[in-house]
């Protein structure tokens, strides 16, 4: 039994329920006040370095999120097609957990393997990942900021490998892309704030995936969103220390310089 059963099905609250909680988890780092003392880049670097404007960046995250609803909604539409029962028996919960598990994994690694080869192809970096690059000091409400291709090859596709290999139902699938999201989000937020859960329970989190965004670990630290596994057993994990800057906030530091 779930909250929605009585109003919406789990298909139209797979499809919509992550595009909703993205905007009311980025618009709340957006409307929490500069908190200086927990800013991974300054606000005038953020002002200096990043090179698009908001407005721009919303308008892109939302042509992005109407690919992916329109994704969603056919995926959906197959898949019931295809069940060999009206009704859809769901499973026990730790067998949800290990389906959500399993598509964590599986999105991390399509994700890994997509997202290095675009920094490895000069073509395709050049005319599509490097937006999303533009914004050198991530935040929040960019978390999806991306050229409409690699929008549906990276995440879009990620999302639907992760459903389908996973063997999940779509009430299962509310909750993994609800999670993917807010943690996407998390990530690109610029804030390490105090008990923070995905900066105590991921390795791969607002910290790891800065130095990334950063011009000396571009072509590090690919591994998003949850895990930096492939990034450690394939040598592309760059590590660093946090540390406060004098003026206020904190700053992501490599531990050692890396050569290409």
């Known amino acids: 039994m779930v909250f929605w059963e009585d109003y919406l ?27 200086d003392q927990y800013r991974l880049h300054t606000r ?14 919303i308008k892109g995250v939302l042509l992005q999120q109407l690919a992916q609803a329109t994704v969603a909604h056919v995926l959906f539409l197959i898949t019931s097609m295809l069940s060999s029962s009206e009704v ?30 675009m920094h490895q192809n000069k073509f395709l970096y050049r005319h599509v990942h490097s937006q999303h ?19 549906l090859l990276l995440d879009t596709f990620g999302g639907v490998f992760s459903f389908l290999i996973s063997g999940m139902t779509a009430r ?31 390795q791969n989190n607002t910290a790891y995936h800065d ?19 492939w990034d450690k057993l394939l040598g592309t994990h760059m590590p660093y220390n946090l540390v406060k800057r004098p003026e206020g906030g904190f ?4 531990i050692k ?4």
């Open 9 to 35: 099905s789990d298909e139209v609250m797979g499809t919509f329920a992550p595009i909703v909680l993205y905007w009311i988890y980025a618009g709340i780092y957006q409307l929490l006040p500069p908190l």
């Open 88 to 117: 859809v028996v769901q499973p026990s919960l730790p067998i949800q957990l290990l389906q959500i598990f399993v598509a964590m994994l599986v999105m991390d690694t399509w994700q890994y393997f997509v997202h290095r080869y």
């Open 251 to 254: 700053e992501a530091r490599p």
């Open 44 to 57: 005038k670097e953020t002002d200096e370095k990043n090179c698009v404007a908001l407005s721009t960046v």
């Open 211 to 229: 130095i990334h965004h950063q011009l000396q670990g571009t072509k590090f630290n690919y591994s998003q969103p949850f895990f930096p596994i």
């Open 172 to 202: 299962t699938a509310v909750i993994f892309f609800c999670l993917a999201v807010v943690k996407t989000v998390d990530d690109h937020c610029g804030l390490w704030l105090p008990g923070n859960i995905f900066h105590l329970l991921f």
């Open 257 to 260: 310089d890396y050569k290409d």
């Open 133 to 151: 690059h533009k914004l050198v000091v991530p935040y929040a409400i960019g978390a999806l900021y991306n050229h409409p291709l690699e929008g």
